[in-house]
């Protein structure tokens, strides 16, 4: 009897999977798991969905010189570019794992199990978050894995019976790919899948701002301050074109912060809590603070990462409680020459205590222009300090005040090399004409404003070119904790040329002329700008 040789089965080859597929797989997988823990840090904490806590932990250790580079780049903009570009490396990433997943499957789960395990510890490292937090991470990487599971063994597989062939004909380049059929399958899937993912990111997002705070703030009837601020003199705000307004509106308020998510905190939960070294602990709630009486102020806040010339400034008219009146209830305890400010994030700054005890006001803030705090500038409580950089008084969100010493605590920024101190130092900005503008011969006002908090601007000289230095004249202010505007009527010459401020602060310090970077305490520099005159 004669045996016949059996011909080999062509079996399908996952390698044959077109890689753009493979990769939008992946992709399509790692949008799942965002949406997914997004749904799932409603109730575990906003910080504690992947990107953020991700995000976070780069903010807290990225080398001091890129994160001043993206300050100085995006400006107000910086946690927004941070958390795209952690979204794309993510991507890639992504990417890479669904190539590998249509390969060997077996990849594509320990790839994402990498992914939810640097959610997770970077999670449980977000201050003031429990052992919960790692579950947007957790469930949304299993989440990820069965769909990266079900797309690769499915749709991406190559279809068509097996054929028999014969040993020569059994060349793997000639083997069945993704057909047409599959391909449509596969990407309805995919949008499928990632539809529902940003729906469900959205309505996490959403869900997560409507349980915390946005109906909690609407409600806040502030009442009306037991000493007023001062009316604003006439003569505030000069009529002239591109000059920053005296009081900077609520919506272009420069906001720099470390909080990628900002905390959404129910003001009928808040509490502060003044311990350390005090004679009397003492813990105050939303309704005590609206129950005292309060205190309404212009006071300028200042980045201390504002460059020569740059917006990172403005002035407001705050609503609060002097943060002395609670200090002195406490009774600081000799040695106690620093209060450390804690924001619901665990954010901390250094504030001297003297400072907030020498009469000057120094709020526990809970208005804004006339408005509760909005929620990415503090709401329920803030503190706003005059005269100090915001990185060592500006606390928002603010939880403590713990009375310690400079000596046995170091604040947030004070490790990545910032001084442990920040006043304000004298700086003057040219408002307009902007750089490189063309004007035409003439009278032509040079505008801007200068700020020495809580010592005063006494005069403001503008120069042209190496010419004599020409006295501005400076519109009134309501106190030295804010900015003063400033003008000066040019008889502008054709040609090119060079314009420089500088002002001088009510003690008789000018401001310096060498320029110095933001770090470690503030920059300093005359303003220069360049314009031409037809």
């Known amino acids: 009897m004669t045996q016949q040789a059996t011909s080999p089965i062509r079996q399908p080859s996952v390698s044959r999977t077109p890689g753009w597929l493979a990769a939008l797989a992946g992709v399509a997988a790692a949008a799942v798991a965002l949406g997914i823990a997004e749904v799932i840090a409603v109730f ?3 910080r504690s969905a992947p990107l953020v806590a991700v995000g976070g932990v780069v903010v807290d250790t990225v080398p001091e010189p890129l994160k001043q580079f993206a300050i100085a780049l995006f400006g107000v903009h910086d946690k927004t570019a941070l958390l795209i570009g952690t979204a794309v490396l993510l991507a890639g990433f ?11 499957p077996i990849v594509g789960d320990l790839g994402i199990a990498v992914f939810g395990l640097i959610g997770a510890v970077a999670a449980v490292t977000r201050p003031q978050l429990g052992v919960a937090a790692v579950l947007p991470a957790l469930l949304g990487s299993l989440a990820a ?5 079900a797309l690769v063994t499915g749709p991406l597989r190559p279809t068509g019976a097996a054929e028999p062939v014969s040993p020569a004909a059994a060349d ?7 057909g047409a059929a599959d391909r449509r399958r596969f990407l309805s899937a995919v949008g499928v899948s990632v539809g529902a993912a940003a729906l469900a990111g959205a309505s996490g997002r959403w869900a997560a701002q409507r349980r915390s705070v946005v109906t909690a703030r609407a409600a806040v009837m502030l009442p009306a301050a037991t000493d007023v601020a001062v009316p604003l003199p006439s003569g505030v705000d000069p009529q002239v074109p591109g000059l920053s307004r005296y009081v900077t509106a609520n919506s272009d308020f420069y906001r720099i912060d470390t909080a990628l998510v900002v905390p959404r905190i129910d003001p009928d939960q808040w509490q502060l809590r003044i311990h350390g070294r005090v004679a009397t602990e003492i813990t105050v709630s939303y309704a005590d603070l609206l129950g005292m009486d309060l205190v309404e102020r212009y006071v300028t806040l200042a980045c201390v990462s504002n460059e020569v010339g740059g917006d990172l400034i403005g002035n407001a008219r705050w609503l609060g409680v002097p943060v002395r009146e609670l200090l002195t209830a406490a009774g600081p305890l000799p040695g106690a020459d620093q209060v450390v400010g804690r924001s619901a994030d665990g954010w901390t700054c250094g504030t001297p205590t003297e400072a907030l005890l020498d009469g000057r006001d120094a709020l526990l803030a809970v208005g804004m222009n006339g408005e509760p705090l909005p929620v990415e500038h503090g709401f329920p409580v803030r503190m706003v300090m005059p005269g100090l950089y915001g990185y060592v008084s500006a606390c928002k969100w603010i939880t403590e005040l713990e009375l ?6 170091d604040a947030y920024w004070v490790p990545r090399g910032w001084s442990a101190q920040g006043p304000i130092k004298t700086q003057s900005r040219i408002d307009t004409p902007r750089q490189r503008a063309e004007l035409a011969a003439g009278t032509v006002p040079v505008a801007g404003v200068a700020w020495a ?4 601007i006494s005069a403001v000289e503008v120069r042209v070119d190496d010419g004599p230095w020409q006295s501005a004249t400076l519109a009134p202010a309501v106190s030295d904790d804010t900015w003063v505007q400033w003008v000066w009527q040019w008889p502008a010459t054709p040609g090119e040329h060079v314009l420089t401020v500088r002002a001088t602060d009510a003690t008789g310090e000018t401001q310096p002329e060498q320029r110095q970077s933001v770090a470690p305490d503030g920059a300093t520099g005359w303003h220069t700008i360049r314009v031409t005159v037809a």
Not at 94 to 104: E, F, T
């Open 44 to 46: 575990t904490g906003a």
């Open 172 to 178: 793997p380049v000639t083997m069945p790919g993704v």
């Open 453 to 456: 908090q809580h010592r005063g």
């Open 94 to 104: 992504a990417a890479v794992i669904g190539v590998a997943a249509a390969r060997r």
């Open 145 to 149: 894995a069965m769909l990266l599971r």
């Open 404 to 409: 310690t010493s400079f000596a046995d605590f």
